[in-house]
């Protein structure tokens, strides 16, 4: 019976999602978003009768789609690209992140929630969805412009502190308390882990793999690739380290083998099936009613993604010295919360630390915020022209003088300007 009830749960759950991919694709909208909305048809608390009948296994499977997603996340993260962009990345990522939390943190006390509420309020609002940003971006086909090399960069250093805020928010749930002594601690050990694992893996891996995949078979090639995503898991688990922080690793080890582009290709529908499966799991954890209840909040939450991620990210990158319109192309992409967020936020809810109404309002704002992420890229330009219009031209002529600026300052040529400025000071000396 047990067995029946999952093939019947896993058949209604495949059905929807396919029906709603098909839709959501002719709407020319997201279909994670699609994903969700069919999770929330489905789900226990719409009426008249939950379609769904052993929730837990699905929430199991779901849980091999945070692998998988995490994993995918981890085969695009790339230590080559990151070096290209890495100034501009991280210093529009460390300023997004610092002014979310912040922001999240402070809206949650405002309603008068309690303070680790508010601290993972703050930590749900300071990722941007790498899966939802990227699919939009494809879709609109702008995959080969120069501010969506900015905005992956980004991401992927968004990824990288995601992992460190969900040890640090462990460390906090199981603590009760905020400790600066333990948060270096906890990031010294992280990066201690992150890194010994890296170097080591990317000396073993890569070998493994070749010689895989030097029999020429794509099934064997798979599982083997399998066996490391599981096994490296199940490593990290013992370690007492999140599951996600494990894929993610193995998946960047394995981005440095040769064969990165055909294990992507195997491992693709793998992750789009359980991927599926995720987030309309997470469509089937919504709650309607807490919807309505906490409505303002819902409102006052999506507000400030938007409008707190456009400014931070646009700020943090014309600062970096890029123009104001690339500035606010990378903004306007970055808009949003996504399958981080829910991490982070189902991590509350397994550490039993956080307040029942807090994922539904995870789960609404992520839902309103993927739906208006094309129309903010599309809106973009227009926008940047208009405020370049409005713009006194002295202000304009700042703003270029502090981008040529920081190009001459800029760390990927600073080496070969500092050398100069050395050589024509001891040319002056000596004159």
């Known amino acids: 019976m047990h067995a029946l009830r999952f093939i019947q749960d896993l ?9 709603i991919s098909v839709l959501f694709y002719r709407l020319k909208q997201p279909v994670v978003l699609g994903y969700i909305i069919a999770g929330v048809i489905i789900g226990p608390s719409t009426p008249p009768f939950s379609f769904i009948h052993d929730q837990e296994t699905i929430n199991t499977l779901a849980q091999l789609g945070v692998v998988f997603l995490m994993f995918s996340l981890g085969l695009e993260f790339s230590l080559r690209s990151l070096s290209k962009v890495g100034f501009v990345a991280t210093f529009t990522a460390l300023a997004e992140i610092i002014l979310m939390m912040w922001l999240g943190y402070e809206i949650g006390q405002f309603f008068g929630w309690r303070t680790i509420d508010s601290i993972f309020l703050g930590a749900i609002l300071a990722i941007s969805s790498t899966t939802i940003i990227v699919k939009a971006l494809q879709e609109l086909g702008f995959k080969n412009e120069e501010f969506v090399k900015l905005i992956y960069g980004v991401l992927i250093v968004e990824d990288v502190l995601a992992i460190a805020i969900i040890g640090i928010l462990s460390s906090i749930a199981i603590s009760g308390s905020v400790n600066v002594t333990d948060v270096i601690f906890t990031l010294g ?5 992150i890194v010994v694992t890296l170097v080591v893996g990317i000396l073993i891996i890569p070998k493994v793999i070749s010689y895989v995949n030097n029999f020429k078979n794509d099934e064997m090639l798979l599982i083997t690739v399998l066996a490391l995503c599981f096994g490296f898991c199940l490593f990290v688990i013992q370690l007492e380290y999140s599951i996600a922080l494990g894929a993610f690793i193995i998946g960047a080890i394995i981005a440095e083998t040769k064969q990165l582009k055909h294990i992507a290709r195997l491992v693709e529908p793998l992750r789009d099936m359980f991927s599926a499966i995720f987030f309309v799991s997470v469509g089937l954890l919504l709650n309607p009613n807490i919807v309505v209840k906490y409505i303002i909040p819902i409102l006052v939450i999506t507000f400030a993604v938007v409008i707190g991620k456009i ?10 010295g890029r123009d104001g319109k690339t500035s606010l192309r990378v903004g306007m992409g970055l808009a949003q919360i996504g399958e981080f967020s829910f991490i982070i936020a189902s991590l509350g809810l397994s550490l039993k630390v956080t307040s029942d109404f807090l994922f539904p309002i995870a789960v609404a704002v992520s839902v309103i915020t993927t739906f208006l992420t094309p129309y903010l890229i599309r809106f973009s330009d227009p926008l940047a022209d208009c405020i370049a219009k409005l713009l006194p031209p002295g202000v ?11 190009q001459l300052i800029h760390p990927e040529t600073r080496g070969q300007r500092i050398r100069k400025v050395v050589r024509l000071g001891f040319f002056h000396i000596w004159y």
């Open 11 to 19: 058949a209604v759950i495949m059905l929807i999602a396919g029906f």
């Open 189 to 193: 050990e992280l990066l201690i882990f």
């Open 311 to 320: 400014v931070s990210c646009s700020l943090g990158t014309l600062l970096s």
């Open 396 to 406: 304009s002529n700042v703003f270029n003088l502090y981008s040529n600026w920081m």
